[in-house]
């Protein structure tokens, strides 16, 4: 672990407890919701909460780019970007359940090296990087060995995304093979999965800034993050995490059952 990488996570921690206590002062309260050109929403808090994040990384590190949810990108061509999603699951957020996350996942020339999952109200903050194990509010942690389907627990965010990208057959195959399944979904899910809480969190679409922090929080806990092809990457479009024993298996239903 060089003192670069070990500077980056420590920033990253700084920086999602910033947009984190933002939230707070937002959550279950009357908020204006706005929708976007996707017709996805947006709330003051998301926005108010990048806003910190990108004013901190641009005084801490000048030279960095950033990708943000919310404002895009700034100095796209830097070596380090830093990439932003104030609130992951708005949604929830806008109806008051505590699951919600702010993500940070940090790239070193083009290679995911830091993450960081923040969830503000539930106080969990899970981090990884390159040469630092993952860890929950300071305390190392892992995944938890599972080998087989019907002793595991899925996690999943909206079950009709399955549906609408082609996984409709693989998702409901699945249902009938795993021991138990639960919607405590978006980034929170993957937390689980990196705390051993759970076994697998799918996600059938996944934008950047979705992906970007779960990559190293993953690997870091021993387990594996991957697209639903099989690649370890955070722009795939999708992702699942799980045990490292059941990958395989997974990969071989997706591609069978798609």
């Not at 070193?108 to 899970?126: D, F, Q, R």
């Not at 800034?209 to 990457?233: N, R």
Request: negative net charge.
């Amino acid at each position: 672990m060089s003192y670069f990488v070990e500077s980056l996570h420590e920033a990253a921690i700084k920086a999602a407890k910033i947009a984190g206590d933002i939230t707070l002062n937002y959550f279950q309260k009357k908020i204006e919701v706005i929708s976007k050109s996707d017709d996805s929403p947006v709330t003051v808090a998301d926005r108010k909460a990048e806003e910190a994040m990108r004013a901190f990384i641009m005084e801490t590190f000048p030279e960095h780019g950033i990708v943000g949810e919310e404002f895009g990108t700034y100095q796209e061509q830097a070596e380090v970007q830093w990439i932003l999603d104030p609130i992951d699951g708005t949604v929830g957020f806008i109806h008051g359940i505590p699951l919600y996350t702010n993500l940070i996942g940090i790239t070193v020339g083009g290679k995911p090296t830091v993450g960081v999952i923040h969830a503000p109200y539930m106080n969990e903050l899970v981090a990884a990087a390159e040469g630092i194990p993952t860890h929950l509010n300071g305390v190392t942690t892992k995944v938890r060995s599972c080998s087989s389907l019907d002793k595991a627990s899925m996690m999943t965010s909206d079950v009709q995304y399955f549906r609408t990208y082609g996984y409709r057959s693989s998702f409901e195959y699945l249902l009938d093979r795993v021991g138990t399944h639960r919607t405590y979904g978006d980034a929170y899910g993957h937390l689980m999965v990196a705390t051993g809480r759970a076994d697998i969190m799918l996600d059938p679409v996944l934008n950047l800034w979705d992906a970007a922090a779960l990559l190293p929080v993953i690997e870091q806990a021993g387990g594996s993050f991957t697209d639903l092809s099989g690649t370890p990457q955070i722009d795939g479009g999708n992702g699942f995490s799980c045990a490292p024993e059941l990958r395989q298996e997974l990969l071989e239903i997706f591609k069978t059952h798609q």
